[in-house]
């Protein structure tokens, strides 16, 4: 039975069912337990967000609360998943991933490799990415492009509580690394989910909407706004077809192919900064696998190179919106050679 519940409540109810479930599964991070010197039972936030708040009363002891120190949990939690637990550390904001990088890349994502298969590494690392909150260039980039690039690992973008919910229960059970990246703004967004538990399989895009015209491929929270544009793009007789790739390692490529191969068009919307971002590495992969089948030039619609703004209005410009994609998709369409 499925009912109406946020991005938020959708993570937090399959932590819960996966630590019922499974008493390797443990939880940590910064204020996840009260912080340093608190009581914990009194003022267990959840993280800064408060997505696993009530998980501390419920499952002791297996909720931890962590030092203001991303190398050290980061390195410990992949330490526990090397020794038969399932860690799920919380990276409170992506922004902070150069003082936990190299426990990530050089060594989690590394070990199945390095030791021959043999040695699994089933650690979760949630993480915030994202704008649109006004928390300034030091907290609202778009990283997970840096974490794709890092063979070993398994990078996760979920677009909606549906997505989020099955998604994180996969990332819970896999036996790799995964990197959960979670976008700030869509905390208080809503949409159905199942009650029962249920996982969502790595690599397997959603074709979010049907359409013959011309191909949008976004990510996250990106998801949302191709819709809206091509609720807005119908409205004109232009059917775009959105696709969500749902991560970017494994990446689906044969349904964006396919796709792209339908269509002859192909839009990108990509949060992430637009130097060697997604965007850029599909549109390469689409210009090798599917030059023939292009009726005119992809279209990228990105944030500009620069840091992220705090005002309102200049965030509001920085990133990718409806109004932005509808333009994308109608150039391509009316292009001619």
């Not at 390797?24 to 696993?52: K, L, Q, R």
């Not at 991933?97 to 298969?117: E, H, P, S, W």
């Not at 119908?234 to 969500?244: C, R």
Request: charged letters at 20%; aromatic letters at 8%; glycine letters at 8%.
């Amino acid at each position: 039975m499925a009912r109406a519940i946020s991005y938020r409540e959708a993570i937090n109810e399959a932590l819960a069912a996966e630590m019922a479930r499974d008493e390797s599964v443990i939880v940590m991070g910064e204020d996840n337990a009260g912080g340093a010197g608190g009581p914990g039972e009194d003022d267990a936030w959840g993280g800064v967000m408060g997505v696993t708040s009530g998980l501390y009363h419920r499952f002791p002891g297996r909720v931890l609360d962590t030092p203001l120190s991303e190398s050290a949990f980061v390195g410990a939690a992949i330490g526990a998943a090397t020794r038969g637990m399932r860690p799920v550390a919380e990276l409170m904001f992506i922004d902070f991933l150069g003082v936990c990088f190299d426990q990530i890349f050089n060594q989690a994502a590394k070990f199945r490799y390095m030791f021959g298969g043999k040695a699994i590494t089933p650690v979760t690392i949630r993480t915030m990415y994202g704008a649109g909150l006004n928390a300034a260039a030091q907290h609202s980039q778009a990283l997970y492009p840096i974490f794709t690039h890092v063979p070993g690992l398994k990078v996760v973008l979920p677009s909606s509580p549906y997505e989020a919910k099955g998604l994180i229960t996969q990332s819970i059970r896999d036996d790799d690394p995964v990197i959960f990246c979670e976008h700030k703004a869509m905390y208080e967004s809503s949409g159905e989910v199942p009650e029962d538990s249920y996982t969502i399989p790595f690599g397997e895009a959603n074709i979010v909407r049907d359409g013959e015209d011309v191909t949008i491929v976004a990510l996250g929270r990106m998801v949302r706004v191709a819709e809206q544009a091509a609720r807005e793009l119908a409205t004109g007789g232009i059917q775009a077809e959105v696709i969500d790739p749902r991560t970017t390692s494994p990446l689906d490529t044969e349904t964006i192919l396919e796709s792209v191969e339908s269509t002859g068009r192909l839009v990108l919307v990509d949060e992430a900064s637009p130097r060697c971002n997604l965007a850029t590495d599909i549109s390469a992969l689409v210009a090798k696998e599917a030059f023939g089948s292009l009726r005119a030039p992809v279209e990228m619609v990105t944030p500009p190179h620069t840091p992220v703004p705090f005002s309102d209005s200049l965030e509001g410009l920085y990133l990718p919106d409806e109004q932005r994609v509808v333009n994308a998709a109608k150039s391509v369409v009316e292009w001619e050679r």
